[in-house]
C-alpha cells in the first residue's frame, strides 16, 4: 500500500486548466482514468488527509504509485479523452457498465447482395441495419414471422442459399410464399433490395403511409371483385398490425428518445435504457455494475452515456432501428458541467441533442417505469450476486484449506495437453481470477522440443516455457537477477494468444510487465497462486520439476485426475480427496474442464487447417494468399484436383507455369481415403471435408488417445 504523498505533485506543477489524468500502480497499470474543468483543483482533492477521503477513494490513492495528466483545450476534448482512455486501459476503479447477458437484435445485411433478415448478437457490423435489442430472441423470431407474410425478404443462411440455387428449388419459406426466393430467380436482385427496405422502413416506425397504401389496394380489389387478393391484403394488413402491436404506442408526439435511468445503494449501480423511437419503445436493455468509484447518481448516468453513445455515429435513422443518437436523451439527474455532454453528443449525432430531465406529462411517467425497470434489475442482480459470491469464497476457501495454502489462490492457472494419436500435439493454458474465467488471459502452446506422444514430457516444457517468460519479464525490470544465465536465456516463447499472436520471441519481451503504449500488463508478467494440471502423479511432479528449475518456490503446483476427480500435489503418494458437495471440487472441475475444452479446440483447429490444403502445401512457391484463392475458386481439392491447366490459370493470381505445377502436385497426390460419419454410416467426401472443415476419421478418443 503507497503513501499518497510519496507520488504526490510539486506545487505549482499541476496546471489550472482542463484535462484528463491517469493514476498508475506500482506495475505501471491504469488504473483510474477522470476529467476535470481544473486540473489543480481536483488532484489536490486526492491528496488531502487520507480519512477525509471517501472510502473507495482512499483505496484508489493507496493503490496507486503515480499520477499523471493531459492538458486539453476544452471540456468536450476532456470527456473524448476519457472515454478513449478508459476504453482503451480498462481501470479497475472506474464504473464500467457491462451487459448481463448478449442482447440481441434484428438485424438486416444490406451489405450483402440479397440482404437477408436475421437474429444478430455482438458488435455492430458496417453496412447492416439494426432493430432492437430485444430482451428475448424469440420475440424477434414472432415479429418476423409475421412481417414476412408482408415483405417476404430472404432469412436464410448463406450454405442453405447457395445450396437452393445449385439444385434449383428453393426452401420450405418459399414454397409457402413468406421469402422471395431469390436463390431461384423468383425475384431480380434490385427488386429484392427494394423489398428489404420497404422491411427496414416500416421497421423503423414509417408505418402510416404504407398501412393506409395497403388498405386502399384491398379496397381496390375488392373493387374489381378479385377477391381472394382483397382477402389476402386483408390478412397482410392484420398481420402487420399485431406486428405493431408488439411496440405500444407510449408517446403520441412520435418522439425520438432515449431514456436512461439508474437504481444504486452504497454498492452497486443498475441502469436502464428504453429505446423510443416514433413514440414506440424499440428496444432495452440494461446494465448492473459495483460501485467502485466514488461517484453520484449524476455521475452514473455520465458514464452510462459516455458508454451507451461512445461508438455511436449519426441519428437513428442513419444506423436504422434503435441505434445512432436520438434528438432527445432523458436521465434523472443532470452531470455538471451538462452543456460539455450535449454538445459531446450533438458531435456525434450530427445535430443538436436535447439532454434534460423530464419534468411532467408522458416522458416523466415513462421515465418512472424506466426507474422501476432499473430498481428490479438491481435487486435481482443483488439475489443472484450475493449467492455466486459466497460459493465462490467458500470455494476458494475450501481449495486453500485443502492444499494446505496460507491464502486463497485468487489466481489459478490450468494446463492441458490435447493431440490426436500423437499429431498436432498442442496445450492450453486458462486463468480463472476470484474464481470466474479471464478469457483475455488464455494462452495456447505447440509443443517445439520433441514428436510424438509423451503428456509428462509436454507438460514439462509448457510449464517452463510459461515461467521462463515470467521470469524474463522480472528480469526486465530489474525485480528479479538469474543465478544461473541459462534459465532466461532459454525462454522459447509463452505460446499463442485467444487472438492467434505469438508472443514468443526473446526480443519482443522488452520494456517490463506493462506494455508502455496501452497500460496494460505484458503476457506472461504475473504469476498465479495455484497451478492446476490435468493429470495424477507423473504430471505434477514434471510441473513441479519444471518450476524447481526456474527456481520459483511460491506457486504451488496439484493436479486433477479424471479418474476419480482425486487431487494430487507433489511428493505425496496419496491424492488429497474433496468431498463429491465441496465447492472446491466442483471449481477445480470448471477449471480443468475448461482448460480441455480451450485444448481441443485448438487442436481441432489445427487439424482442420492442415486437413483443408494439404495437397497444395508441397507446391513450391506457392503462398498461402494464393492457396486460398484456388481453395475459394474451385470449392474444395476434389474439383481442383479434376480441373484443366487451363480451368487453374483463370484463377487471378494464377499464372500458366504456376498452373501446371499446381496440376502436377495434384495428380501425384493420392487422394485421402473416403471418411464415414460413425454416428450415421455416411460416407464423407473428400469434396464436404476439404469446404466444411469436417475432421478426418478418428479412432479412439480425440483427446490424449487413452481409452475412456
Known amino acids: 500500500m503507497a503513501d499518497p504523498s510519496s507520488y504526490r505533485p510539486k506545487p505549482g506543477q499541476i496546471p489550472d486548466s482542463p484535462g484528463v489524468y491517469k493514476f498508475r500502480d506500482e506495475h505501471g497499470r491504469v488504473i483510474y482514468v477522470g476529467k476535470a474543468k481544473s486540473l489543480r483543483q481536483r488532484l489536490s482533492s486526492y491528496f488531502q488527509d487520507i480519512t477525509n477521503l471517501h472510502q473507495r477513494t482512499a483505496t484508489m490513492v493507496t493503490t496507486a504509485a503515480a499520477v499523471e495528466w493531459t492538458v486539453v483545450s476544452t471540456e468536450v476534448e476532456a470527456l473524448q479523452l476519457e472515454y478513449s482512455w478508459i476504453k482503451e ?31 444478430m448478437r455482438g458488435p455492430k457490423r458496417k453496412g447492416v441495419r439494426y432493430f432492437g435489442p430485444y430482451a428475448h430472441a424469440w420475440a424477434i423470431r414472432e415479429t418476423v414471422d409475421l412481417m414476412l407474410r408482408v415483405f417476404p425478404v430472404r432469412t436464410c443462411s448463406a450454405g442453405v442459399f447457395k445450396r437452393s440455387a445449385q439444385i434449383g428449388r428453393p426452401c420450405l419459406l418459399g414454397y409457402i410464399d413468406k421469402c422471395s426466393a431469390p436463390c431461384v430467380g423468383r425475384i431480380s436482385e434490385p427488386d429484392h433490395r427494394e423489398l428489404a427496405e420497404e422491411f427496414c422502413d416500416f421497421m423503423a416506425g414509417h408505418t402510416g403511409t404504407y398501412l393506409r397504401r395497403l388498405e386502399q389496394r384491398m379496397k381496390d380489389a375488392a373493387s374489381a371483385m378479385e377477391y381472394e387478393q382483397a382477402a389476402r391484403l386483408r390478412d397482410d394488413l392484420e398481420a402487420l398490425r399485431r406486428a405493431m402491436e408488439k411496440n405500444a404506442v407510449v408517446l403520441a408526439d412520435a418522439t425520438d428518445a432515449d431514456l436512461i435511468a439508474v437504481a444504486e445503494d452504497e454498492l452497486e449501480a443498475a441502469v436502464q435504457i428504453f429505446h423510443v423511437r416514433g413514440g414506440r419503445v424499440r428496444g432495452q436493455r440494461g446494465w448492473v455494475t459495483d460501485r467502485v468509484e466514488a461517484v453520484d447518481t449524476a455521475g452514473l448516468v455520465e458514464h452510462a452515456i459516455q458508454q451507451l453513445y461512445g461508438d455511436e455515429r449519426g441519428d437513428a435513422e442513419q444506423s436504422g432501428g434503435s441505434g445512432g443518437v436520438p434528438k432527445e436523451v432523458l436521465v434523472p439527474a443532470l452531470p455538471q458541467p451538462a452543456e460539455a455532454l450535449a454538445q459531446w453528443l450533438s458531435d456525434r449525432r450530427g445535430s443538436q441533442v436535447s439532454l434534460r430531465v423530464p419534468q411532467r406529462g408522458d416522458k416523466k411517467d415513462l421515465m418512472a417505469t424506466v426507474q422501476r425497470n432499473a430498481s428490479q434489475a438491481l435487486a435481482l442482480h443483488k439475489t443472484r450476486r450475493a449467492s455466486d459470491l459466497t460459493t465462490r469464497s467458500r470455494a476458494l476457501e475450501e481449495i486453500a484449506a485443502a492444499l494446505d495454502l496460507d ?6 492457472e490450468c494446463y492441458d495437453i490435447s493431440h490426436l494419436q500423437g499429431d498436432d500435439v498442442v496445450a492450453s493454458m486458462v486463468v480463472f481470477e476470484d474464481g470466474l474465467a479471464r478469457k483475455s488471459e488464455y494462452r495456447r502452446f505447440q509443443i517445439k522440443s520433441f514428436a510424438g506422444q509423451d503428456d509428462v514430457r509436454s507438460m514439462h516444457e509448457v510449464i517452463s516455457r510459461r515461467f521462463r ?33 505469438h508472443d514468443g520471441s526473446h526480443e519482443e519481451a522488452v520494456g517490463g510487465p506493462i506494455d508502455p503504449d496501452t497500460g496494460r500488463p505484458r503476457k506472461f508478467a504475473y504469476p498465479p497462486q495455484l497451478v492446476v494440471v490435468d493429470g495424477g502423479q507423473p504430471q505434477v511432479a514434471a510441473a513441479r520439476r519444471a518450476l524447481d528449475e526456474l527456481g520459483i518456490a511460491d506457486v504451488f503446483v496439484c493436479g486433477l485426475a479424471k479418474r476419480l476427480e482425486e487431487v494430487w500435489v507433489p511428493g505425496d503418494d496419496d491424492p488429497v480427496i474433496l468431498p463429491r458437495s465441496s465447492e472446491g471440487l466442483y471449481l477445480l472441475q470448471r477449471v480443468r474442464d475448461e482448460a480441455h475444452r480451450f485444448a481441443i479446440a485448438y487442436q481441432r483447429s489445427k487439424r482442420s487447417k492442415s486437413m483443408k490444403a494439404g495437397a497444395l502445401d508441397a507446391v513450391p512457391g ?9 481453395l475459394k475458386h474451385f ?16 484463377v487471378q493470381g494464377i499464372g500458366r507455369h504456376t498452373a501446371e505445377t499446381v496440376a502436377a502436385a495434384l495428380a501425384s497426390a493420392a487422394p485421402a481415403a473416403p471418411a464415414v460419419n460413425t454416428a450415421t454410416g455416411e460416407i464423407i467426401e473428400e469434396d464436404d471435408r476439404t469446404t466444411a472443415g469436417t475432421p478426418p476419421p478418428e479412432s479412439g478418443r480425440q483427446h490424449r488417445g487413452k481409452s475412456t
Open 635 to 650: 470449392g474444395s481439392l476434389k474439383r481442383l484436383r479434376a480441373a484443366s491447366v487451363e480451368e487453374i490459370c483463370q
Open 407 to 412: 491464502t486463497a489462490p485468487l489466481r489459478i
Open 622 to 630: 506457392l503462398g498461402e494468399t494464393r492457396k486460398q484463392a484456388l
Open 469 to 501: 517468460r515470467y521470469l524474463l519479464e522480472k528480469q526486465k525490470t530489474g525485480e528479479w537477477e538469474p543465478d544461473q544465465p541459462q534459465a532466461a536465456a532459454g525462454a522459447e516463447g509463452g505460446g499463442t494468444g485467444r487472438d492467434g499472436s
Open 89 to 119: 486501459f480498462d481501470p479497475r476503479f472506474n464504473v464500467k457498465y457491462r451487459d448481463d447477458k448478449s442482447y440481441p437484435s434484428l438485424a438486416v445485411t444490406m451489405n450483402e447482395e440479397f440482404p437477408r433478415v436475421q437474429v
